[in-house]
């Protein structure tokens, strides 16, 4: 069965870097993007990004309003995709997610249970 | 950037009762519509993709419709396990994939 783990989250200060891992089990991680979500306080879902597979040449997409600060990679070897986050925000208080697609098709059959990143001074 | 809108926020219902969701979109998105239902502390859950497709696993209670711009979910009959926060995604256009602000389905 398909198992996708989220760890790394936590209480950071504002302006500081925090990288979140996504730990993938029961499925060929390596042939399958990933993708990275959020959902911040009394707030909805929000995409972050994605990274696709090698065979995809590694390619990323970002949400636009993260203005660079986040960057996805993965570890095929190790079955976990990351997010980097740098320069963080307030704002950026949130449960993030990690989520993938069978069909490469952006409807997410998968989800790991989140990460709660809190940032705060 | 595609911008979906739902309604209504709040859907107060009974057990047993049909909860009917609504999801609109700023431009067409063909069919290309999933919903997603989120409960406090777990992972969202696909329930519809491709607008009318029902996910693995989903009861048959779950239904929904529509195209272009406009799509519904359906809930013929309320389970106590179906109050939660219902959301549209399009992933038609992108980036950004987007989803609606949601709908909450409490109970009345």
């Known amino acids: 069965e398909v198992h996708l783990v989220e760890s790394g989250g936590g209480l950071v200060q504002p302006g500081r870097s925090l990288r979140l891992s996504c730990t993938a089990s029961?499925?060929?991680?390596?042939?399958?993007?990933m993708s990275w979500f959020r959902q911040a306080p009394g707030k909805g879902l929000e995409w972050l990004g994605f990274i696709r597979s090698k065979g995809n040449r590694e390619a990323t997409r970002y949400a636009a309003s993260l203005r660079g600060r986040f960057t996805i990679s993965r570890d095929d070897p190790k079955t976990i995709a990351y997010l980097q986050m740098n320069s963080l925000k307030p704002e950026d208080t949130a449960f993030y997610y990690c989520?993938?697609?069978?069909?490469?098709?952006?409807?997410?059959?998968?989800w790991g249970q989140g990460t709660l990143v809190t940032v705060s001074s | 950037e595609i911008v979906l809108t739902q309604s209504p926020a709040t859907l107060s219902l009974s057990p047993g009762e049909r909860a009917t969701l609504s999801c609109r979109a700023s431009?067409?998105?063909?069919?290309?519509l999933g919903w997603y239902q989120h409960k406090p502390g777990q992972a969202p859950r696909l329930l519809i993709y491709?607008?009318?497709h029902r996910a693995t696993g989903i009861p048959a209670r779950f239904s929904g419709s529509g195209s272009g711009t406009d799509f519904t979910l359906t809930i013929s009959s309320l389970e106590p396990e179906d109050f939660a926060v219902y959301y549209c995604q399009q992933g038609s256009t992108w980036p950004p994939l987007t989803f609606g602000g949601g709908t909450k389905v409490e109970i009345k």
């Open positions: 491709h607008a009318s």
């Open positions: 431009q067409s998105v063909g069919t290309y």
């Open positions: 989520a993938f697609d069978w069909n490469d098709d952006f409807y997410f059959e998968w």
């Open positions: 029961g499925y060929t991680f390596p042939d399958y993007a």
